[in-house]
Each structure stands twice: as C-alpha cells, then as structure tokens.
Nanobody, 126 residues
Framework: QVQLVESGGGLVQAGGSLRLSCAAS????????MGWFRQAPGKEREFVAG????????YYKDSVKGRFTVSRDNAKNTVYLQMNSLKPEDTAVYYC???????????????????WGQGTQVTVSS
C-alpha cells in the first residue's frame, strides 16, 4: 500500500514560517519526481513546487519563488517544503504527490502525479 503523509501545517501570522513534511511509505520514492500542490477554498488545486529524484533540480510557482524551498531526504523517503514570509494568500490545504513515471521532468500538471497525501491545512492570518 502506497502512502504519503503530510505534516507541519498550522496557523501562522503573515510573515511567519512553516515547514511541511511528506513521508512516503510502501514504495521507494527516491527514484521519482515529487511535487507540492495546494488548494484554497473555491479554487482549483495548483502546483506550488517540485523536485527531481536527486534533489538537484527544483521548480516553483512564480508567486512563491524566493519564499518557499523544496528539498528531499531520500534516505528517509521524505520531502520538505520550507515556507517563509508567508502571506494570507498562501492559505490553503497543501498536498504532496509523486510522479512514478518521471525521475527528472517535473510536471506542473496535477494529472501527472499518481499518488497523493491527505493534505495539511496552512492558514496565514493577516
């Protein structure tokens, strides 16, 4: 059974920081692209950040560049999203996902990702 479990969400004031974690089990994910997505109420799920299998290549949504950092620890089968300088518009449920068909190419399309976590709520107050 493949499982992705996110943690680290919460309530934070604007300008604050949070670190999300995504722990994978049931399969070796250190060979695949991992992505972070988010979904705000009434909006579609959107790509936030992605990382290739080795961690050498990372990609970001324009609005989070310079504030968010995606990283991975393959020995722990865990991916992280460090979020700094948070804004109220970052409020959403954040999901991690894995693309088991790619090692290098990071897709921004959620349909490319086969397995998803349950999500963790991030709320940024103004």
């Amino acid at each position: 059974q493949v499982q992705l479990v996110e943690s680290g969400g919460g309530l934070v004031q604007a300008g604050g920081s949070l670190r999300l974690s995504c722990a994978a089990s049931g399969r070796t994910f250190n060979s695949y692209v991992m992505g972070w997505f988010r979904q705000a109420p009434g909006k579609e799920r959107e790509f936030v950040a992605g990382i290739n299998w080795s961690g050498a290549s990372t990609y970001y949504k324009d609005s989070v560049k310079g504030r968010f950092t995606v990283s991975r620890d393959n020995a722990k089968n865990t991916v992280y999203l460090q979020m700094n300088s948070l804004k109220p518009e970052d409020t959403a449920v954040y999901y991690c996902a894995v693309d088991v068909n790619n090692r290098e190419y990071v897709s921004r399309n959620l349909n490319a990702y086969e397995y998803w976590g349950q999500g963790t709520q991030v709320t940024v107050s103004s």
